[in-house]
């Protein structure tokens, strides 16, 4: 009895992304397109910055900053990070090794998991501090509130925030 | 072995070889064998996860000139 609830109900897992950083839209994408491969149910809650993964003029253009940040693969001391231009600088330079190590676009990423039914939530109330309106955001999601994401997420068996 | 169908992932990175072979097995009948080479140095233990979680039988895994290569018949 037990083994058959468990053939028949699919395994769950529900995401909340709040960052609009290139580096930190790829975990919530990528573990969510992966959830779908391996017959899970996922749903993404996009919350504050995190809206802008889903945002239509800036999910490709998602930038990753030096400054303030001690982890870049080349290590920029703050006083340079923060001159005009180095964001655009180590956005171009992370982008270059994510191609060449054959790692997909943060868009193909998105139109994957669109195509594999995982659900996408954008937040309304943090649209609305934000000023964010529904045609800014791509199509393919629903709006709703922290209720929406919880009546999905209360049955999950793995939660993520990112 | 003898595979119905090849899948060539060389070049592509985590998640995408897993992504791929996932739309790929949908495709086939259940019952055959699908074959896929991979270069991402991480399919070597994700594409068995991949079986074992969805039930998919992994028959072979081999590698040769820095490919993987396995060989994944669809259970279901």
């Known amino acids: 009895m037990i083994e058959m609830t468990e053939e028949t109900k699919p395994k769950r897992m529900a ?13 919530p994408l990528i573990l969510a397109s ?7 149910e996922v749903a993404i809650f ?23 940040n001690p982890s870049m ?11 005009p231009g180095m964001t655009y600088v180590a956005t171009s330079m992370m982008k270059s090794w994510m191609n060449n190590a054959g790692v997909a676009t943060v868009p193909d990423l998105l139109n994957a ?10 937040c309304q ?3 609305d501090v934000l000023g964010i309106k529904r045609e800014d955001l791509i199509d393919e999601l629903e709006v709703g509130g922290a209720a929406t994401f919880l009546e999905f997420a209360q049955d999950a068996d793995i ?3 990112v | 072995m003898e595979a119905n169908e090849t899948l060539d992932t060389s070049g592509l990175s985590c998640p995408l070889p897993v992504l791929k072979s996932k739309k790929k097995i949908k495709s086939m009948e259940v019952g055959s064998i699908l074959k896929i080479i991979a270069t991402d140095p991480g399919s070597g233990k994700d594409i068995p996860s991949w079986c074992r979680v969805t039930g998919q039988e992994l028959l072979e895994t081999a590698e040769e000139d820095g490919k993987f290569i396995f060989y994944v018949k669809r259970n279901k």
């Open chain 1, 125 to 127: 109330m943090t649209m």
């Open chain 1, 113 to 122: 998991c669109i195509e594999m039914d995982v659900k996408l939530i954008a």
């Open chain 1, 46 to 68: 996009f919350t504050f910055y995190g809206l802008d993964i889903v945002n239509k003029k800036k999910l490709e253009k998602l930038k990753v900053a030096p400054l303030g």
């Open chain 1, 34 to 40: 992966t959830a779908v491969a391996l017959d899970m």
């Open chain 1, 15 to 27: 995401i909340i992304a709040s960052k609009g950083t290139l580096d930190q839209a790829y975990p």
């Open chain 1, 73 to 83: 693969p080349v290590p920029v001391p703050n006083f340079i990070g923060g001159l």
């Open chain 1, 159 to 161: 939660t993520l925030f």
